[in-house]
Structures are given as structure tokens and as C-alpha cells.
């Protein structure tokens, strides 16, 4: 961890979430980060995230960040904060709970033949680590071989700030960041599933880089269970979020069989259960096949 001042940057969008930085050339060399990279931002009582925008010959060890990127961690230019390579925090879950931060965990290993990824669980998108812990305990008490990579970031004492401070995009491209995810690297699975929550009240949606066959499977599992009032999607061009690039983790540890599901608030805090069942039962049938 690396003490850096803070100076205010007035060359980016505010709409940006704050989410972005500029580290110093000399910063950069220490925390050995570049261009695409992730680091931990942290004051006295706040931590968050922030991608590496630029680096730029300016300053010493400083740190530029947007109007919004202060208040995140409620920093003024001037000030100092402490800037780590690494995001989660050690002490994992229960150490990061309590103090609105962020921790990963990974459950299996290389042999899964299946990867649960939920990136963004904890208050960031409520419920969704709990999906995919749900369906991990299912499947491996059927004795199904079975990974999952979950993180978690939570809400500080101050507000309701989990997803403006820990929603990272990406990670696999900075998996420097996050310790569990850069074990996982050159892990290869049959198939993948990622969890997610989006803000389209009435709609599931099932995307990914799947064969349409094994998306209709899961489509049609969730319409059997979910009440009829949320419509599960399938075709992309219905979709706002389509979960197709290569680089997000859904995809990047198989071959193209990534299923991405983006779930409406109301199925995560509700319906938790009756999502795992439903993921349970289309691949543990699966499965059984191969």
C-alpha cells in the first residue's frame, strides 16, 4: 500500500461513476500497474475501487480523480489516501462485511466442470453471490464437480454505496487486483455460469455466448419456476445486456458455452432459491450427459 496525494482532474465525464483514475508514472512503477489496471482506494473510513484510465510523467506519487471519484471516498484534492494494488480485503467475507468493503471468495478448483461467477454479489447486486452459493452447495451434494468465484462488496455505514464504489467491469482483463481470480487464469471449464442483477424491472434475461439451445434450456427452467409476471428472455435483441464479450469472466474460461443471466431486483431479493433451483436442475441434467 502506497500513500499518494490526491489532485482534482477535470478531463473526464462525470457520468463515468468516478470509477476511473490517473496515477503518476512513479505510483504506477511502485504498485506495478499500468494502463486497464485495477487498485484499492482507501481513506480512514472509506475504501473503494478505481480503473487506471492513464499514466501520465506528472507529480510523485499522485493520484488524479474526478469530482465524483473524491466523494466516493470522501477525499478532497490535497488530501492523501492509500492506494493498494490488490481490491479485496484480507480476512475475506466476515472481515469485509462490517466495514462496507470488499472480499473474494473461491470454492473448488481446476476440475469443476462447471464455474459459477457471481463478480458482483454482496450489496453491490443483492443476491446474487447467494444464488451462486445456493447452486454450488446443490450440485457438489450431488457430488457434481463444481467451481465457484464469488465477490462481494458491501454498503458502508454512511449510505447505500456498494455498486458506485465496488461495481468493477472487466476483471479478468485486471486480475492482478483480485488474488483468487488470477489463480484461476488458465482454468478452463465445460460450461459457466454468471449471475447478475440489472435495473429492467420486468424481465429476465438469459445471454451469453451459448449455443441457443443450452439458453432456451435455462430459459425455459426459470419460466416453470419464477412467478409469470417476470418474462425470461433469450433472443439478444431483446436484451440490454447481452453478456457476449469475450473478456468478461461468463465466457473468457470456456468455449463458448458462457450462460449470462441478468435478473430484475425483485427475482434477487425474492426468488434466490427458486433461480439456483432452476440453474440446479438444468445443469446437473447436463451433466449426467457428457
Known sequence: MVQARVESRTDVAEDDGGRTCHLSARLAERLDKEHGDHVRLENDYLAAH??????????????????????????????????????ALEGGYMAAWPRGDFAETLWGDERGDLLISCPHGGD??????????????????????????????FNSGF???????????????????YPELERMLDWRFAYVVGIHMHSYSEYVAVGGRAPDSLRESVGDALRETLPADFEVRTD????????????????YFCDGTGVQLELPPMVCYRYRKRVADALHDVYSALLEEE
Open 50 to 87: 478505481a480503473e487506471v484510465e492513464q499514466v501520465t510523467e506528472e507529480g510523485e506519487e499522485t493520484i488524479w480523480l474526478s469530482g465524483t471519484g473524491r466523494d466516493r471516498i470522501g477525499v478532497q484534492s490535497g488530501e492523501t489516501v492509500h492506494v493498494d494494488a490488490t481490491i
Open 236 to 251: 439478444y435483441d431483446e436484451m440490454a445486456l447481452a453478456g457476449r464479450g469475450e473478456t468478461s469472466s461468463v465466457n
Open 159 to 177: 449510505a447505500s454505496d456498494a455498486f458506485s464504489r465496488w461495481h468493477m467491469k472487466k476483471p479478468v482483463t485486471a486480475a492482478d487486483a
Open 124 to 153: 453491490i447486486e443483492f443476491g446474487t453471490d447467494d444464488i451462486g452459493a445456493r447452486l454450488f452447495r446443490s450440485l457438489r451434494a450431488t457430488g457434481t464437480p463444481v467451481t465457484a468465484w464469488l465477490c462481494h462488496g
